[in-house]
């Protein structure tokens, strides 16, 4: 069962931007909080920013300055825009609740390389 649909990734230089997107049909989506998280080979998967049902945001403390995420609720759409990209940001991007207690059926995620 699909339930969220990553896209936006792709190979960019250090220091340069990416805009990600997450579909979420059906699922209830303007009345939960939604996160983006990534996990780089060999690690945990970690939360790198959350966007409350109101539209409050709250960011790890690695992507503060340099990540915006903002939603649309008419299109069941969360948006992460990634700029001042560094190569430790390299990772494998995912989209969910940003509440795990209430975890979507986790989707393939977007892949995002940052190298010269």
């Known amino acids: 069962q699909v339930q969220v649909v990553e896209s936006g990734g792709g190979l960019v230089q250090p220091g340069g931007s990416l805009t990600l997107s997450c579909v979420a049909p059906?699922?209830?989506?303007?009345?939960?909080?939604m996160g983006w998280y990534r996990q780089s080979a060999g690690k945990q998967r970690e939360l790198v920013a959350v966007?409350?049902?109101?539209?409050?945001?709250n960011y790890a403390d690695f992507v503060k300055g340099r990540f915006t995420l903002s939603r649309d609720n008419a299109k069941n759409t969360v948006y992460l825009q990634m700029n001042s990209l560094k190569r430790d940001d390299t990772s494998v991007y995912y989209c969910?609740?940003?509440?795990?207690?209430?975890?979507?059926?986790w989707g393939q995620g977007t892949q995002v390389t940052v190298s010269s």
């Open positions: 969910n609740r940003g509440d795990l207690r209430f975890s979507l059926v």
């Open positions: 059906g699922t209830m989506f303007r009345f939960h909080d």
């Open positions: 966007v409350g049902d109101g539209g409050y945001t």
